[in-house]
């Protein structure tokens, strides 16, 4: 086969959506405007949202241990060696800052106005989910001084830290504003948000407060486990409101997407088809590493592994960044690894159900495995086993679902969940909630998380494998069933990885005076991850 390279998969690490031009404009001011209404930006803001964290999603296919390269292609450059630069993830930093304008706008638009509260509060909880995806990538970045218009071209950047803790103090306000809103009766009471321009959660503002409950907590949970950052946990640990409650269904973008050009769902349109029928992942295939939970390797895992990976358990797979390979290390012939229907016309479960699916954007299962670990640390009082196991039974679950939300005949997630547990591992601690051990629980409820997470939220399941060092890999180890490490790459770190991505060049050109200086791929770090 011809060495070629057309870059679908790591598109996302070379280019961005967004110009240098686009993310400046960010600083223009959007209160000005006579274009447009916060009734209007809101939900068009919440679709966007959705593409930014699919783009979030796919530049860590790579990095995060979930595809790798093919046989009879080269020119994956940085994909392979983590040689990046500043030129690579910009879309990243500029999809967050465009993103955030909008939802600046609503605000800035909304406030005050007691009939539109819903509306400032889904904002500011929608721009708070998007700057944590920011700083969970970049560190510090501009956050007081950004969004303000011709005022403020050069932001300063603000501390991670600082920046959690106001995106904590923001969510906190959103719920009360939310729920003082639910409390007026008579003719003072807030408009109600329409299903027909909510996206997400049709107008159900108990959602919302769960969706935002259950974003503070993960931003808690991370905080916590940094000295610097725990008696502010543990302050706010105490306040969360649990008579709110957490995320028990999938929080899902659908603003009515179709088979046409443009209309698609995202994920669909990156590891499925295109509105043509043309596939999308054509020089991609899973990891040896990811298949090990699912072909009995490290988890047997038949049920989603049939569900995700087309061929399975015979699905082809490489070590990211080797190139001897055999001819049949490729993806099946017209279709993509991560495509279990039976033709682009034919949509079906897994991750890629069909082009009209909903856009992931918090799982129910990643909710119940953030209350496990909670739970299992002692930051609120719960059984994290039960939390555990619900976690397993909302992957199955959102896995089995069609593009509609509907079950499949033969694919029950109840029995098969179960049988996941108690009959293909019935004394695998990966699986079945360790008794004892903190260490060894954390690892379960992690790797648990990362499985659910699979090309569904890659930059958060390698976030967290970052942040406790789960699922366990075999530093520096040439088994790629061992380490999702790239067999080319460049890092010095010990486990061959990356720490983080680098600012956008454009930041060194527009904003030089503030962007903070020594960052580098492999020896800086977020300020969550102490490994």
Known sequence: MKKIFNGLLIVALAVGFTSCKKYLDINENTNSSTESTPDLVLPQA?????????????????????????????????????AYTATNFTNLFSGVYNNATDYQYVIDNTAGNGSLIYSNAIA????????????DQYNDVPYTEALKGSAVLTPKYDKAEDIYKDLVAQLTASIKAITDGQAVTGTNKPATVAASTDPMFKGDMNLWKKFANTLKLRLLIKMAG????????????????TSVGFLETDALVNPGYLKEANRQNPLYNSLAFGSDGVRAQAQAVPTIWILTFYNGTKIS????????????PSTAVNRLGEENLASTVVPPA????????????????????????????????ESRFLQAEAFARGYLTGSAKTAFDEGIKASFKYIYQDQTGAAIAGWDYLSESAAYQTQENPNNPLVNYPATGLQAQIEAIITQKYIAMNVIHCDEAFNEFKRTGFPR??????????????????????????????????????????????????GSRIFWDLN
Request: glycine share 12%.
């Open 334 to 365: 017209g279709s993509t690894s991560w495509f279990t229907g039976t033709d682009a016309n034919t949509p079906y479960i897994g991750v890629a159900k069909g082009p009209s699916q909903g856009q992931p954007i918090l799982l129910a299962a």
């Open 473 to 522: 890999i075999v530093e520096g180890s040439s088994d790629g069933r061992l380490t999702f490490a790239s067999k080319q790459s460049q890092s010095t770190r010990p486990d061959k990885l990356i720490g983080r991505v680098l600012y956008p060049s454009q930041e060194y050109a527009y904003n030089p005076g503030n962007v903070p200086a020594g960052v580098t791929l492999f």
């Open 46 to 82: 919440i679709v966007n949202s959705a593409a930014v964290s699919q783009s979030y999603n796919s530049a860590y296919y790579f990095p995060g241990g979930f595809a790798a390269n093919i046989y009879g292609v080269g020119g994956y450059g940085a994909g392979v060696t983590y």
């Open 226 to 241: 940094v000295p610097a950052q725990s008696a502010y946990a543990t302050t706010e640990f105490a306040a969360l409101s």
């Open 301 to 312: 895992d038949q049920g989603r592994g049939y569900a995700m990976y087309r061929g399975f």
């Open 124 to 135: 500011k909880i929608m721009k708070s989910f998007m700057f944590s995806k920011l700083v």
